[in-house]
């Protein structure tokens, strides 16, 4: 029997199509593979996200963009958290970034008084301290939320405590 008609080569090949598909959406397309600090490579395809959609869209329009792309990462990071625990044998795999990518969006979405750079820029380091330093109610949501959710919610609090910060800064005049 052939290879071609013999069923288990058949799924062996789907499998492994169907964990590079998933292990590329999963890492941000290898960003969140690094030994090193998976989570800051991981969200910087949020900030190129972000820049792309400000720079090549209307104000109004790059807004609704990104809402939509929180939204579509959201969903993939829940859909794809049990393939994730599994393939990485881990309740949060710090390879699996999709989080990484929807908190830092938040950033933008609720913040937009400043030039996309600027946003970026600020936005991407206060988002990965509060990632990092995880204050409540996100340390409570990383701790006691333990499904797709709470490996979410914990970011998406921390990219809104960033969007806050900017916040009070820009009233400030900063």
């Keep these: 029997m052939s290879s071609k008609n013999n069923p288990q080569h058949s799924a062996h090949s789907d499998l492994q199509t169907r964990n590079l598909v998933?292990?590329?959406?999963?890492?941000?397309?290898?960003?969140?593979?690094?030994?090193?600090?998976?989570?800051?490579?991981?969200?910087?395809?949020?900030?190129?996200?972000?820049?792309?959609?400000?720079?090549?869209?209307?104000?109004?329009?790059y807004i609704g963009v990104l809402i939509i792309a929180l939204l579509l990462v959201s969903y993939a990071n829940h859909a794809l958290t049990p393939w994730a625990r599994e393939y990485w044998r881990s309740e949060d795999p710090r390879h699996f970034v999709l989080d990484e990518i929807a908190g830092y969006l938040m950033v933008p979405i609720?913040?937009?008084?400043?030039?996309?750079?600027?946003?970026?820029?600020?936005?991407?380091?206060?988002?990965?301290?509060?990632?990092?330093?995880k204050i409540p109610p996100a340390r409570q949501i990383d701790r006691n939320m333990k499904n797709s959710w709470g490996i979410l919610l914990d970011d998406l609090?921390?990219?809104?405590?960033?969007?806050?910060?900017?916040?009070?800064?820009w009233i400030f005049g900063v």
């Design 22 to 61: 998933y292990l590329a959406i999963g890492s941000a397309l290898g960003l969140g593979l690094s030994p090193v600090a998976p989570g800051t490579l991981g969200a910087l395809l949020g900030v190129l996200l972000h820049l792309a959609a400000a720079y090549y869209l209307a104000s109004p329009l």
């Design 110 to 133: 609720l913040f937009h008084q400043w030039a996309p750079w600027k946003i970026a820029l600020w936005g991407f380091a206060l988002f990965r301290f509060f990632d990092i330093v």
């Design 157 to 169: 609090v921390s990219g809104a405590y960033a969007a806050l910060v900017m916040y009070v800064l």
